[in-house]
């Protein structure tokens, strides 16, 4: 393959990325506290000569859209939604992880935790661990959980300098090796959920514009096999 194909392929490779992101981010429009995946691309120079240098199109690891997406009241005591730039913090098997989705529940031993079982974390890093009469459970705009007149515990309001370092896993939790600050800005509301921040009409746009780029890729793969095929016949005519 000529250099020329080598760099169209690196954008079809790149192009594909992108098109599994947005198609994981459709499939998610209605995904509770998920947050879509965006692909950004860079050049790489590769010197091929003296003086010529040759652009390949390199995809970078995806990275979360933190812009939040619209709360949904629910009136479920046991959720609730984080405003702004903020995350609940949970303890998972593999180390702390940080979500926006707060559909949670209570377990065997009366902890919060999410829907796969993995507590929810107070201020000082700590399961939040509810009584078992949950009459006049009411959380303020600054994570206080009060049961009545009880003060029960206090959600994480975790905030990072450095939000471009987290990474999506399973199940909406979020990985990053940065130590967070808090989050004094983010509001948690009570009975509310965050729903997805996809635009699925947007999403399914920039869906086909990469479907064309990849075929008009395509076409010039195709295109310099055909110049090549020439090329050799035109020297087999040549020598026989």
């Known amino acids: 393959m000529e250099t020329s194909g080598y760099v169209a392929l690196s954008r079809q490779l790149a192009l594909d990325s992108r098109m599994a992101s947005l198609a994981n981010n459709i499939a998610n429009a209605n995904t509770t506290g998920f ?8 050049s790489v120079l590769s010197r091929t000569g003296p003086a010529r240098d040759l652009a390949f199109v390199q995809d970078l690891s995806p990275k979360p859209d933190l812009t939040p997406g619209e709360m949904r009241m629910t009136g479920s005591p046991l959720d609730f939604a984080i405003g702004g730039d903020g995350f609940f913090a949970v303890q998972t098997p ?23 079982g993995h507590p929810v974390l107070d201020v000082d890093d700590q399961p939040i661990t509810l009584p078992e009469e949950l009459d006049g459970l009411s959380v303020a705009k ?16 975790a905030l990072f300098e450095e939000p471009e370092q987290l990474r999506l896993e399973g199940g909406m939790l979020l990985r990053t090796d940065e130590v967070p600050g808090v989050a004094e800005q983010a509001e948690v509301l009570q ?29 010039v793969i195709e295109a310099q096999h055909e110049l090549t095929r020439s090329a050799v016949q035109r020297l087999l005519d040549v020598n026989s």
Do not use: C, W
């Open 35 to 42: 947050l879509a995946d965006e692909v950004s691309f860079q």
């Open 191 to 219: 009975g509310a959920l965050q729903s997805s921040n996809v635009e699925p009409v947007l999403a399914m746009t920039a869906m086909m514009e990469a479907n064309r780029a990849f075929q008009a890729t395509q076409k």
């Open 94 to 116: 593999e180390g702390l992880r940080y979500t926006r989705a707060g559909h949670f529940r209570l377990d065997e031993q009366n902890q919060l935790v999410t829907t796969d």
């Open 142 to 157: 600054d994570g206080t959980i009060a049961v009545g007149a009880d003060i029960v515990g206090q959600f994480r309001r």
